[in-house]
């Protein structure tokens, strides 16, 4: 099946069929052309809205612990590399795909008008041809026309008797002479008839078939190139499939991997204390002043029932600070900043910064350690080869790691000291605790003098600390006009500011002299030389008691 021989008088339905051809490939093309548009705003899209939904992390605090959290950021993640597969279709299918149609567009589009102007100028070659034949063909049969005439007046003088001799011999030349032009053209004609017959059948079985059959292999090419870009198209989208199934699978394994058991024991271990339950109310015996006449009224008598009277007093003052499973107070709400030993924070919470601390600060001795150790090999290499360095460029350098490393030791120190004092107050909290009902009714408000929390239960309403039981409020009342004896001094580690009622301000270095010893709270009593009394943490002093001293 050729176009040349069955299409041979159809040249302008084919210059219509080529020119739609190519219509149809730039109609694709713009086809090509959207969907890569789609795919890159639908990339576009998703990253926006990973980017939109990612956690902004600032902190290590900020990082997401929740299994649930972890899982829907691993999704982010696979959604934000399904974006980026979703662009790789794009770019594919731009360079496959719409950059070689365009190209084959312009290709096409050069090569079709190169065939249809030589088709054109073989039909016009054939016109002209055919025009040339018609001309000689009328001359001839003018000419012929011509020569009847010449005859016919020939054979009318010839016979008419009357006519002269010379016009009877000048008919007979003029018939001659039309007779021999009648012959010039006719075979002038027959020459021009058998040139336009041979053009003819060389324009419609050999120019137009080829002309015909370089258009049908082009359209023919084109058809094919469609195949490939269709199959091109469908690739792109193939070759990405395996990884966008990974990154399906990803999704699926981090839907799996939520633990809503772990996401529980999180919040335990975010939240947890380190407290204990409030204990049971006692029974408040009000019928107990009926019968104080009976007694002897003295004010040692009062001091036997201050037990009693001090459990009153003591569960009025306690009553406002349950504030675990009531309102808190305001101090709860403003705490202040954040003090460099955590005693903000609740024993456990303060365990676990103190930890995470002390863990930064071996990970930056190490790094302080290996750096000297690194000097030091670098200092004997330039000793032992002094071309290559001087020995003392290397000197502040050491000095300034020696400085950082007993930094990071005494700040290791300092903080395991507060660990210890932590861990060892929480572990032995049911030892200390009180047995009496007065004194565990007093420890449910759990707040030290500093307006903020502290590890050990029986100093949780304590501020300033309670005197346990040992006066009553006769005694409150007088209890400064016979100040306590000193039982030794300390010196102040650490600068102190003392803002809650009961507590004593001090600054570093500053001497100060001990009435009364750590009873395990946290808190020791201490008085200045000016007479000026109040609780100081005990970790923020270094304490010297006398010899042979009683204690307070």
């Not at 030993?341 to 790094?367: T, Y």
Request: contains cysteine.
């Amino acid at each position: 099946m050729s176009w040349g021989t069955e299409l041979w008088d159809q040249f302008d339905s084919l210059d219509k069929h080529t020119q739609w051809g190519i219509d149809f490939l730039e109609r694709y093309a713009k086809f090509v052309k959207e969907r890569i548009e789609i795919e890159q705003n639908y990339a576009k899209q998703l990253r926006n809205l990973v980017k939109k939904y990612c956690p902004k992390r600032s902190s290590k605090d900020e990082e997401p612990r929740f299994t649930s959290c972890i899982a829907f950021f691993n999704i982010l993640n696979e959604l934000n590399d399904y974006a980026g597969q979703r662009e790789v279709v794009a770019e594919e299918m731009a360079h496959r795909v719409y950059g070689e149609l365009m190209r084959y567009a312009h290709d096409l589009k050069t090569e079709r008008k190169m065939h249809l102007q030589e088709g054109r100028k073989a039909q016009q070659y054939l016109d002209m041809c055919w025009k040339q034949m018609d001309n000689s063909k009328k001359k001839f049969e003018r000419e012929c026309r011509e020569a009847e005439k010449a005859q016919q007046s020939y054979e009318r003088l010839d016979n008419d008797t009357n006519a002269t001799k010379a016009d009877v011999e000048k008919a007979k030349q003029q018939l001659n002479l039309r007779t021999h032009m009648a012959d010039e053209n006719k075979n002038e004609y027959a020459a021009q008839l058998q040139n336009f017959n041979g053009e003819q059948h060389k324009h419609f079985y050999v120019v137009i078939p080829q002309i015909y059959k370089q258009l049908q292999e082009m359209d023919e090419r084109r058809t094919i190139k469609l195949s490939e870009c269709y199959r091109g198209f469908a690739d792109s989208e193939r070759k990405v499939i395996p990884i966008i199934s990974k990154c399906l699978e990803g999704m699926i394994l981090a839907a799996k991997s939520v633990d809503e058991r772990r996401d529980s024991q999180m919040v335990v271990d975010s939240f947890k204390s380190g407290f204990e339950p409030p204990g049971d109310f006692p029974f408040e015996d009000y019928s107990q002043h009926i019968y104080r006449t009976i007694s002897d009224g003295t004010i040692s008598a009062s001091k036997q029932e201050s037990g009693k009277v001090d459990a009153k007093t003591t569960v009025g003052k306690a009553k406002g600070k349950l504030w675990l499973f009531g309102k808190k107070p305001k101090w709860s709400v403003k705490m202040g900043p954040a003090l460099e030993d955590f005693s903000h924070l609740p024993p456990e919470q303060r365990r676990k910064k103190l930890q995470q601390r002390i863990d930064e600060l071996n990970r930056e001795l190490q790094k302080e350690s290996d750096q000297k150790e690194a000097l030091n090999k670098m200092k004997d290499v330039y000793e032992k080869n002094p071309q290559m360095g001087d020995p003392g460029s290397l000197q502040p350098k050491l000095a300034e790691t020696m400085n950082n490393i007993d930094r990071l030791r005494m700040e290791i120190h300092k903080n395991e000291a507060w660990l210890s004092e932590v861990e060892g107050k929480t572990g032995g909290r049911g030892d200390r605790r009180h047995s009496s009902d007065i004194n565990h009714l007093v420890t449910q408000g759990r707040e030290s003098p500093e307006g903020s929390y502290t590890d050990d239960a029986n100093q949780e309403v304590r501020g300033p600390p309670q005197q346990h039981g040992h006066h009553s409020e006769f005694d409150d009342e007088f209890e400064d006009d016979d100040p306590l004896p000193a039982i030794g001094h300390c010196k102040a580690i650490y600068p102190f500011d003392g803002h809650n009622e009961g507590t004593l301000a001090m600054k570093e270095g500053e001497v100060l002299y001990i009435i009364e010893e750590d009873k395990g709270d946290g808190w020791t009593r201490a008085r200045r030389q000016n007479g000026e009394e109040g609780y100081v943490p005990t970790s923020y002093i270094d304490v010297t008691l006398e010899k042979n001293s009683k204690g307070s």
